[in-house]
């Protein structure tokens, strides 16, 4: 559980930070806002995803699994939109559009992840 924690963080950190900068987010607080934001959001989410994954009822898992994650997901892009904009982070997109944005691209990253390392192996 640990170790899935530490990945997902260290690799939300990366894409996310990355693409900020690929979608003109300039300043250093900015940079810093997005990261900490994540810093903030990625081990709640990945402690209760692991959570769900030792549920032993299979199906009940796999439902589980898939509404409490698009639930958080969607709560996730919320709450880093409402600290992009009360911290005022600068962008051509809005910080809610930036939000979603960027955590579309992370869980597009996460989902390829998984079925290499995870899935595959």
């Not at 958080?72 to 904009?85: A, F, H, M, Q, S």
């Not at 600068?90 to 955590?103: E, T």
Request: charged content about 10%; hydrophobic content about 60%.
């Amino acid at each position: 559980m640990l170790e899935s924690l530490i990945i997902s963080l260290v690799l939300t950190l990366i894409i996310e930070v990355w693409f900020a900068l690929i979608f003109k987010v300039r300043g250093k607080i900015d940079i810093a806002v997005v990261f900490l934001a994540n810093i903030i959001t990625n081990p709640v989410i990945v402690t209760i995803e692991n959570l769900i994954w030792t549920i032993e009822n299979y199906t009940l898992m796999i439902i589980l699994s898939f509404i409490i994650w698009v639930v958080l997901e969607v709560l996730v892009i919320l709450v880093e939109g409402y600290i992009y904009n009360k911290l005022r982070v600068k962008s051509k997109y809005s910080p809610y559009k930036l939000s979603l944005i960027l955590n579309s691209i992370s869980i597009l990253f996460g989902i390829v992840y998984n079925v290499i390392f995870v899935i595959l192996a």
